[in-house]
């Protein structure tokens, strides 16, 4: 809608609930127009965070036997409905070589009467299957012993070093790139590209100096877990570069929610999938997590099914932001120019714009107060003292002060009030 005189776009007319928040102080809009991103964080961490990890339960185990399965699936039967899918092995390295790449949980020889497990490769995983397959085991005849084929180090005893690392790169990436969204709107593909790749080399060489050198978390790795985390922090942050072209400033709900709240729970760090409910369970297939520390554990320990998945997983996330960036800035540019054409505004805008003007007054006000007058030109000027008198006398005029809207000038009431006794006294002194 345009003006036919100027031919300039009218400004529509805001509801009621635009213009009574128009009116609040430009601090406090813009304090409540952020307020959503603490309800959203506490929302999510309880519907993602405390409803996966509140009571992790074994669901289809893959359990491992080298030899016939029928008379163990029959005694798991009985010691523990559904908790174990039994896969048969013809050999014992077979048998090991899949407890090490993950495939199954653990894996029994009954001739040996041993139960192999890695817990490198899941800590949780080591230390529970055993206790729920004994009981069947000890109902065969067999008193089962435990091999540990990958044990964790001394500097590594529960196996988090990997979630947490896991943790850092995928927060380090979504924060470069989101901060990108909110603030790099004008910035070419080739600048935001350049921002994600740097600043994926510097995160990443800081985490792995501080995880190995400087904590001692790690030993050794450095050069494969730096190019790892570099990977993976720049498809991180290209595909949240991608999609800040649509969710605009609030670009940290969809990078928070893919890339901290689903994959976090889902990535088996804390839990394998076994242990998770629906749909973490089926989301370790596809979150950055699980590509992330199966990496890791590969490089670490020398255990999971190796980096073609990852390397996968991190491709594709790095082509889907790739794909989105470059459909993106069309569609943000459509939606300026709409948004133009309608003279619409947002209520951040708006509040912007007020918070500026306000802070405008107020530094002019804090000048005039110290004897100085700022010009158009911006240059600052004394006042002569014999005008000083008028300009304290101008600006020192009693305010109402208001709980929301605050002083005539936007200042607090005990600033109000110090800088009408502070007034006085000059009156009083000349």
Same mark, same amino acid.
């Given at each position: 809608?345009?003006?036919?005189?100027?031919?300039?776009?009218?400004?529509?007319?805001?509801?009621?609930?635009?213009?009574?928040?128009?009116?609040?102080?430009?601090?406090?809009?813009?304090?409540?127009?952020?307020?959503?991103?603490?309800?959203?964080?506490?929302?999510?961490?309880?519907?993602?965070?405390?409803?996966?990890?509140?009571?992790?339960?074994?669901?289809?185990?893959?359990?491992?036997? #080298? @030899?016939?399965? %029928?008379?163990?699936?029959? !005694? =798991?039967?009985?010691? *523990?409905? &559904?908790? $174990?899918?039994?896969?048969?092995?013809?050999?014992?390295?077979?048998?090991?070589?899949?407890?090490?790449?993950?495939?199954?949980?653990?894996?029994?020889?009954?001739?040996?009467?041993?139960?192999?497990?890695?817990?490198?490769?899941?800590?949780?995983?080591?230390?529970?299957?055993?206790?729920?397959?004994?009981?069947?085991?000890?109902?065969?005849?067999?008193?089962?012993?435990?091999?540990?084929?990958?044990?964790?180090?001394?500097?590594?005893?529960?196996?988090?070093?990997?979630?947490?690392?896991?943790?850092?790169?995928?927060?380090?990436?979504?924060?470069?790139?989101?901060?990108?969204?909110?603030?790099?709107?004008?910035?070419?593909?080739?600048?935001?590209?350049?921002?994600?790749?740097?600043?994926?080399?510097?995160?990443?060489?800081?985490?792995?100096?501080?995880?190995?050198?400087? #904590? @001692?978390?790690? %030993?050794?790795?450095?050069? !494969? =877990?730096?190019?790892? *985390?570099? &990977?993976? $922090?720049?498809?991180?942050?290209?595909?949240?570069?991608?999609?800040?072209?649509?969710?605009?400033?609030?670009?940290?709900?969809?990078?928070?929610?893919?890339?901290?709240?689903?994959?976090?729970?889902?990535?088996?760090?804390?839990?394998?999938?076994?242990?998770?409910?629906?749909?973490?369970?089926?989301?370790?297939?596809?979150?950055?997590?699980?590509?992330?520390?199966?990496?890791?554990?590969?490089?670490?320990?020398?255990?999971?099914?190796?980096?073609?998945?990852?390397?996968?997983?991190?491709?594709?996330?790095?082509?889907?932001?790739?794909?989105?960036?470059?459909?993106?800035?069309?569609?943000?540019?459509?939606?300026?120019?709409?948004?133009?054409?309608?003279?619409?505004?947002?209520?951040?805008?708006?509040?912007?714009?007020?918070?500026?003007?306000?802070?405008?007054?107020?530094?002019?006000?804090?000048? %005039?107060?110290?004897?100085?007058?700022?010009?158009?030109?911006?240059?600052?000027?004394?006042?002569?003292?014999?005008?000083?008198?008028?300009?304290?006398?101008?600006?020192?005029?009693?305010?109402?002060?208001?709980?929301?809207?605050?002083?005539?000038?936007?200042?607090?009431?005990?600033?109000?009030?110090?800088?009408?006794?502070?007034?006085?006294?000059?009156?009083?002194?000349?």
């Amino acid at each position: 809608m345009t003006s036919p005189a100027s031919n300039t776009p009218l400004k529509p007319e805001v509801n009621a609930y635009r213009r009574w928040y128009s009116s609040l102080h430009p601090s406090l809009q813009l304090i409540g127009l952020q307020l959503w991103l603490p309800l959203f964080f506490i929302v999510a961490f309880c519907l993602c965070y405390v409803a996966a990890f509140h009571a992790p339960h074994a669901h289809d185990v893959p359990v491992g036997i #080298v @030899g016939s399965a %029928e008379q163990f699936d029959a !005694a =798991l039967a009985g010691t *523990a409905p &559904g908790v $174990i899918d039994v896969q048969s092995f013809t050999t014992v390295d077979d048998a090991k070589n899949a407890v090490l790449s993950g495939r199954v949980a653990v894996a029994v020889d009954p001739a040996s009467s041993t139960i192999f497990k890695a817990s490198a490769h899941q800590y949780q995983v080591a230390a529970l299957v055993p206790v729920i397959v004994t009981p069947a085991l000890q109902s065969l005849g067999i008193t089962p012993s435990t091999v540990d084929l990958a044990p964790l180090p001394p500097y590594d005893e529960y196996g988090t070093v990997s979630m947490y690392l896991m943790l850092a790169w995928c927060i380090g990436g979504y924060m470069v790139a989101m901060f990108i969204g909110l603030m790099g709107a004008p910035l070419r593909h080739r600048s935001r590209m350049a921002v994600i790749v740097v600043g994926g080399a510097l995160i990443s060489l800081i985490t792995n100096v501080l995880a190995g050198p400087v #904590v @001692g978390a790690v %030993e050794g790795h450095f050069g !494969a =877990l730096f190019l790892i *985390a570099w &990977g993976w $922090i720049v498809a991180v942050g290209l595909a949240v570069n991608g999609l800040s072209y649509f969710a605009g400033r609030f670009i940290a709900v969809p990078a928070m929610v893919i890339f901290v709240f689903l994959s976090m729970p889902s990535s088996g760090a804390a839990y394998p999938s076994w242990f998770m409910p629906e749909p973490f369970a089926w989301l370790n297939n596809v979150v950055v997590g699980s590509g992330i520390t199966e990496m890791l554990k590969r490089e670490l320990y020398g255990v999971g099914p190796g980096f073609s998945r990852g390397i996968i997983m991190m491709v594709a996330y790095a082509a889907v932001g790739l794909v989105l960036m470059f459909v993106g800035k069309p569609y943000l540019e459509w939606r300026r120019v709409r948004r133009v054409l309608s003279g619409r505004t947002t209520m951040f805008a708006d509040a912007n714009n007020a918070n500026r003007e306000f802070l405008t007054r107020e530094r002019d006000e804090i000048l %005039e107060r110290h004897g100085l007058l700022r010009t158009e030109t911006g240059t600052i000027h004394t006042i002569p003292v014999d005008e000083r008198q008028s300009v304290n006398g101008d600006i020192d005029e009693p305010t109402a002060p208001g709980m929301f809207l605050g002083t005539t000038g936007g200042l607090e009431p005990e600033q109000a009030s110090a800088r009408a006794h502070g007034s006085g006294g000059t009156h009083d002194e000349q």
